[in-house]
């Protein structure tokens, strides 16, 4: 079993900055990726950003420039850093693990960008 959990969320102003942050436990496979989903209600889930073992990262179009995915693989963690954020950046984001050939979700936390 794989635990994965986030933290960091809350309520932030637009144009301001969060970090997420998100730790695995247990059972855990070699790691082939980490990152970040998000849901916004009404919308599907969808991939934010995600890095590889080796570092190589992935950013949805919304979100470039705006965040950054960083990890310590040694401490089964990673970061999500998000800047400049918007009305629409608002959504319940999910850290994610896929390795030995299986996705591990965490259980979320609500990001909320209002004034």
């Known amino acids: 079993q794989v635990q994965l959990v986030e933290s960091g969320g809350g309520l932030v102003q637009p144009g301001g900055s969060l970090t997420l942050s998100c730790t695995a436990s247990?059972?855990?496979?070699?790691?082939?990726?980490m990152g970040w989903h998000r849901q916004a209600p009404g919308n599907q889930r969808e991939l934010v950003a995600r890095?590889?073992?080796?570092?190589?990262?992935y950013y949805a179009d919304s979100v470039k420039d705006r965040f950054t995915i960083s990890r310590e693989f040694g401490k089964n963690t990673v970061y999500l850093r998000m800047s400049s954020l918007k009305p629409e950046d608002t959504a319940v984001y999910y850290c994610?693990?896929?390795?030995?050939?299986?996705?591990?979700w965490g259980q979320g936390t609500q990001v909320t960008v209002s004034s």
């Open positions: 890095i590889s073992r080796r570092g190589n990262t």
């Open positions: 247990g059972t855990i496979p070699s790691i082939d990726y």
């Open positions: 994610t693990l896929t390795g030995g050939f299986r996705d591990y």
